[in-house]
């Protein structure tokens, strides 16, 4: 199953956003979020790692939090103090091998949802 993205939208420049991904599965290791602004490679930017350890791009530490909603079964990315630069689609992505309970010592996302847009206008 996909990951199914929601919450983007278009937001001015110092204001905040919240994504969330929808992540039906028991096993909360690799999972995060990446983006793609146009033109540019797509960036990692938030993740969970294969011991629950978050990892932030520099660009984005103390602005973004990753937090997993393991109740609701999403994988939630706060947005804070947005810049023009974070203007993005955004996507989740997954490690489909850690589905069924398997361990690996690294992650490696294959399994991404169709994106949310996040626009930035000052």
């Known amino acids: 199953v996909h990951p199914v993205e929601s919450g983007g939208d278009s937001v001015q420049v110092g204001g905040s956003l919240r994504l969330s991904c929808t992540v039906s599965r028991s096993y909360r290791y690799c999972m995060g979020w990446f983006r793609q602004a146009p033109g540019k490679e797509r960036e990692e930017i938030a993740t969970?790692?294969?011991?629950?350890?978050?990892h932030y791009a520099e660009s984005v530490k103390g602005r973004f939090t990753i937090s997993d909603n393991y109740a609701q079964g999403t994988l939630d990315l706060q947005m804070n103090n947005l810049k023009s630069e974070d203007a993005a689609m955004y996507y989740c992505?997954?490690?489909?091998?850690?589905?069924?309970?398997?361990?690996?010592?690294?992650?490696?996302?294959?399994?991404w949802g169709q994106g949310t847009q996040v626009t930035v206008s000052s």
């Open positions: 992505a997954t490690d489909p091998r850690f589905d069924g309970g398997d361990w690996y010592t690294s992650c490696d996302f294959t399994n």
């Open positions: 969970i790692s294969t011991d629950g350890t978050r």
